[in-house]
């Protein structure tokens, strides 16, 4: 099994909603430190499992959605606290709408999985990890 | 699959039995630093796969029973060389007792599995993974 | 020169005002790595730059009035953009004043300088350096 | 499961052939910052995984035959795009021949599995994981 | 003092002449993680050192100018040995002469010092630092 | 100004004297991954600070007198604690000595200086600066 990772970050605005989130249930934000990861069994005859400028073009763009916003007002969160895990899983379900819709290329049909990991600190991480 | 990872240190001494440990035969140190990952298939109503708060404070917990100790003299390790592969399983298996002990709530019940990595330097790191 | 370096971080909400910042003007959030460097020309007679145990209480006691807020609702920073720059000039100015309170012991007073360096993601931070 | 992973790196010359390389079909050249992970069911009676010295002695020695080299060059890799991906199955399959060769003791034997991630730069990584 | 640092990295083929060099008198290769960081005594009326977008898009520019080439054919380095330190100083040198073009606006004649370094592998690296 | 930094490990085991340390006081150990930072004003006519390699092997030595050792029972280090400012102050002197002793070569004797960075752990770290 092969694999390619590209890293870029977001910084956003949210608060969340429920007593074990305690202070953070008052509005505050976060860099997400965002490294997307695609499988793929066999390499392509170029030799690679994706384009990696354009698995980072479409990370950057997924990433360009969300960065640099109060996610508390944006419609697509509305009833969800936007937490690590959640936003590790809409960051993935993102880049593998765009992967079916060709971002990266034909071979992006052949990609296994995807996994997207968001670091929020130097000291917690979260993960999700799909089928493609 | 989604997964949380949150990390601590522990600062230990201790010494190997064996000539493949060279010269970590003599007694000398180490600090570890340790991340534990946490699993879930699904996240609870609150979107998260554990209480990131709650999983740090279980960490700090385990690794304080370890740190700033001589583990040549912990009774636990008589008879057996708390490598970094030994020290991942211990601390592992210790969070999975926490777990059942609910320090992580009724929700750690819904967890999958767990992975502990010690990092020993830049250059050497050892994991244990185990079901939960 | 001696220095003693420790980490910790924050998680805050703000927005900037003025067009150089672009899409920054927007709230949105940061998550601040934060190293506090405490600075000394000789060790004390114990042999260290300060107590690294009082030195991280009172990084973590100056980050907890900042961390899990809203930057634009804090009257201390009204009419002020909370820039990486200025924020790192803030720790170091309240940790300078903890200096000078007590909080590093009598031993605070033999230190020459302090630097703060808040890492904004894996791609840029900025830093604040000023004597005691 | 266990796992224990070194580090090392190689420092070599290459270029590639395809459009979808863009200016990396030029020659250039890249750091590859190494980490290779050995795994296994269960420890050995020393309590390790394999012999982390000798471990990193085998690594050393298959990036020492890459390191400092034009791969454009090397008879191995005519008509081969030497990408991340390829080299990450490279450097992996020789350490699996190194360890049928006994480059790890008899415990070598009881491996289950290997991968080697390579990382190109702080944004950009491609592993390769095989059994043994 | 205040500072502010942007990363990022360039990959490059080289050669060296002179046997203190070994085996790095062959041609190789690197990835260069360049992190330049910009000085100034006060912040500007926004409460910044520079813009950081501006000092990014500066970097990513003089970093262009040298990526994905084999620097053994640049006439710039003509009988040169691009050493990782002497690369330091052609990227401080280039951004300072972007500065003095005014790439980072009329707040980049305030500026004090550049100090640019280029971490070749997780274990070396080098800096140079200059005033401006 | 240049500089030139190499990394490198050691592992040791001590304990510390003084209530200032609390459960330090009990015998525990450290990995600490030490930074050698040499300083000159001009490259020589190689274009280096000095031969890298050289710089590697010394610190290397540096540390092989150090490391895999309970320093509470090395006679150099009797009645001190051996914190880690201390022993940055102790590796940095023994590189200052090999420096003199042409360990660097004759290129040694035009450096203008030294730091020495011992990371005891993911967050907190010493440095100890000298002249040459």
Redesign the interface.
């Known amino acids: 099994?092969?694999?390619?990772?590209?890293?870029?970050?977001m910084?956003?605005?949210?608060s969340?909603?429920?007593a074990?989130?305690?202070?953070?249930q008052?509005?505050?934000?976060?860099?997400?430190?965002v490294d997307a990861t695609f499988r793929r069994g066999e390499?392509d005859a170029?030799?690679?499992?994706v384009?990696?400028?354009a698995a980072?073009e479409l990370l950057h763009a997924v990433l360009g959605d969300l960065?640099?916003?109060?996610l508390d007002d944006e419609p697509d969160f509305a009833g969800?606290?936007?937490?690590?895990?959640?936003l590790?899983?809409v960051v993935a379900d993102r880049l593998a709408r765009g992967i079916r819709d060709g971002a990266l290329g034909p071979g992006g049909g052949d990609l296994d999985g995807l996994a997207v990991t968001l670091h929020?600190?130097?000291?917690?991480?979260?993960?999700?990890?799909?089928p493609l």
């Open positions: 099994m092969f694999s390619v990772t590209v890293r870029d970050h910084m956003v605005a949210h969340f909603t429920g074990v989130f305690g202070p953070a008052r509005l505050h934000g976060a860099t997400f430190v390499l170029s030799g690679i499992v384009d990696i400028g980072a960065t640099y916003r109060n969800t606290n936007t937490t690590t895990e959640v590790a899983r929020e600190s130097h000291v917690a991480w979260a993960s999700y990890d799909r």
